[in-house]
């Protein structure tokens, strides 16, 4: 398993921005890493994943505001949110898992092993 920290949480207001981080403990090249998120009272849901190979899939409802990317010179993830909305609000978790060229589906949060502590979203209206 690998050791994830996220970062760069906070406030903000409808229509921001504001970038996640993720870093890992171990080189991530093959390994399937994926941003979730969870609202209170709501289940956690997948949000955006990449594969090792470069590949990023993103759910439905963050597609073409949400882009993420990886450094793995740096052993870290970004999740770069823009035009947010109220109901982006929640915990973000980055995830990962062993997957070479590949990726676990968002749907599935329990196929990820290896999950950081989360931080706190908050977009106001």
């Known amino acids: 398993q690998v050791q994830l920290v996220e970062s760069g949480g906070g406030s903000v207001q409808a229509g921001g921005s504001m970038r996640l981080s993720c870093k890992v403990s171990a080189w991530t090249y093959n390994y399937c890493i994926g941003w979730f998120r969870q609202a209170p009272g709501k289940e956690r849901e997948g949000v955006a994943n990449i594969d090792s190979d470069d590949r990023p899939s993103y759910a439905d409802s963050v597609k073409g505001r949400f882009t993420m990317s990886r450094d793995d010179s740096k052993n870290t993830l970004y999740l770069q949110m823009n035009s947010l909305k109220v109901d982006d609000t929640a915990v973000y978790y980055c995830?990962?898992?062993?997957?070479?060229?590949?990726?676990?589906?968002?749907?599935?949060?329990?196929?990820?092993?290896?999950w950081g502590q989360g931080t706190q979203v908050a977009v106001s209206s």
């Open positions: 995830a990962a898992e062993f997957a070479d060229g590949y990726c676990y589906p968002l749907s599935a949060p329990s196929l990820y092993n290896s």
